[in-house]
C-alpha cells in the first residue's frame, strides 16, 4: 500500500539549531516527493520537491531534503532553525502521472529563542 | 508563481443547511482539481478528483452525494457540502495543477463549522 510516514509528530528546537525532520515512504513506483509548510489555519506552501536527478535538493527559505531510495527517506534539514520556521510540515508522496498526493500525518515543529 | 483561491476562507453554518466552498486557479487553467480534507492536528486526507467537464472520482469511505463536486470550467471547481453535520466541520483544501505543469498549487482553504 502506498504510505508516507513521518515518525516525529513534535519537535522541539532551539533558535540557531539545526533541524532534521524525518519522512518515509512506500510506493510502488518511482515517487515525486514534497515538503510542504503549513502556518496555523493556513494552506499549503512547497518547499522543495524531488522528480529526478541530483538526490539533494533545495528548497525556499534554507531547507533541503535529501532523496534516499535505497531507505525510502526523504528527510527535511535546515543548518539554523529561525523562530518564523515554527509551524506543521508535511511530507508528501505522488506518482509521475497524477498530481493526487499522499500526505504524512505531519511533523509540528516548536522553535524557543 | 500560479496562484489558487478558495471562497469562503471560514464559514460558519447550521446542521442540516449547505455549504459550497469554491476553489479558482486565478492565472492558469486546470483540468484536474483536488479536494483534501483536513481534521484538527490530523494530516490532509484526498477526498475527491474534480474533472472538468465531467463526473468527480470519489476516494474510498467518501459520500458522493453529500460532497458535492462541480468542475464547470477550467478555472472552477465547487465542493458543496450537503446537509452538514458537525462531524462535517474541519479544513478544506484544494489543488490545482496547471496545463503546463505537473506541480500541484494549493488554495489557502476552508474552514467549515458546523454547528
Redesign the interface.
Given at each position: 500500500a502506498q504510505s508516507v510516514t513521518q515518525p516525529d509528530i513534535h519537535i522541539t528546537v532551539s533558535e540557531g539549531a539545526s533541524l532534521e525532520l524525518r519522512c518515509n515512504y512506500s510506493y510502488g513506483a518511482t515517487p515525486?516527493l514534497f515538503w510542504?509548510v503549513q502556518s496555523p489555519?493556513?494552506?499549503?506552501?512547497?518547499l522543495l520537491?524531488y522528480?529526478s536527478g541530483d538526490t539533494l535538493v533545495q528548497g525556499i527559505k534554507g531547507f533541503e531534503a535529501e532523496f534516499k531510495r535505497s531507505q525510502s527517506s526523504f528527510n527535511l534539514r535546515k543548518p539554523s532553525v529561525h523562530w518564523s520556521d515554527a509551524a506543521e510540515y508535511?511530507c508528501a508522496v505522488?506518482a509521475r502521472n497524477t498530481?493526487?498526493?499522499?500526505?504524512?500525518?505531519?511533523t509540528r515543529l516548536q522553535v524557543f529563542p | 508563481g500560479a496562484v489558487v483561491s478558495q471562497h469562503p476562507s471560514w464559514v460558519i453554518c447550521k446542521s442540516g443547511t449547505s455549504v459550497k466552498i469554491e476553489c479558482r486557479s486565478l492565472d492558469f487553467q486546470a483540468t484536474t482539481m483536488f479536494w483534501y480534507r483536513q481534521f484538527p492536528k490530523q494530516s490532509l486526507m484526498l477526498m475527491a478528483t474534480s474533472n472538468e467537464g465531467s463526473k468527480a472520482t470519489y476516494e474510498q469511505g467518501v459520500e458522493k452525494d453529500k460532497f458535492l463536486i462541480n468542475h464547470a470550467s477550467l478555472t472552477l471547481s465547487t465542493l458543496t457540502v450537503t446537509s452538514a453535520h458537525p462531524e462535517d466541520s474541519s479544513f478544506y483544501i484544494c489543488s490545482a495543477t496547471p496545463s503546463w505543469g505537473s506541480l500541484a498549487f494549493f488554495g489557502q482553504g476552508t474552514r467549515l463549522t458546523v454547528v
Amino acid at each position: 500500500a502506498q504510505s508516507v510516514t513521518q515518525p516525529d509528530i513534535h519537535i522541539t528546537v532551539s533558535e540557531g539549531a539545526s533541524l532534521e525532520l524525518r519522512c518515509n515512504y512506500s510506493y510502488g513506483a518511482t515517487p515525486y516527493l514534497f515538503w510542504y509548510v503549513q502556518s496555523p489555519g493556513q494552506g499549503l506552501q512547497l518547499l522543495l520537491k524531488y522528480f529526478s536527478g541530483d538526490t539533494l535538493v533545495q528548497g525556499i527559505k534554507g531547507f533541503e531534503a535529501e532523496f534516499k531510495r535505497s531507505q525510502s527517506s526523504f528527510n527535511l534539514r535546515k543548518p539554523s532553525v529561525h523562530w518564523s520556521d515554527a509551524a506543521e510540515y508535511f511530507c508528501a508522496v505522488g506518482a509521475r502521472n497524477t498530481d493526487k498526493l499522499i500526505f504524512g500525518t505531519g511533523t509540528r515543529l516548536q522553535v524557543f529563542p | 508563481g500560479a496562484v489558487v483561491s478558495q471562497h469562503p476562507s471560514w464559514v460558519i453554518c447550521k446542521s442540516g443547511t449547505s455549504v459550497k466552498i469554491e476553489c479558482r486557479s486565478l492565472d492558469f487553467q486546470a483540468t484536474t482539481m483536488f479536494w483534501y480534507r483536513q481534521f484538527p492536528k490530523q494530516s490532509l486526507m484526498l477526498m475527491a478528483t474534480s474533472n472538468e467537464g465531467s463526473k468527480a472520482t470519489y476516494e474510498q469511505g467518501v459520500e458522493k452525494d453529500k460532497f458535492l463536486i462541480n468542475h464547470a470550467s477550467l478555472t472552477l471547481s465547487t465542493l458543496t457540502v450537503t446537509s452538514a453535520h458537525p462531524e462535517d466541520s474541519s479544513f478544506y483544501i484544494c489543488s490545482a495543477t496547471p496545463s503546463w505543469g505537473s506541480l500541484a498549487f494549493f488554495g489557502q482553504g476552508t474552514r467549515l463549522t458546523v454547528v
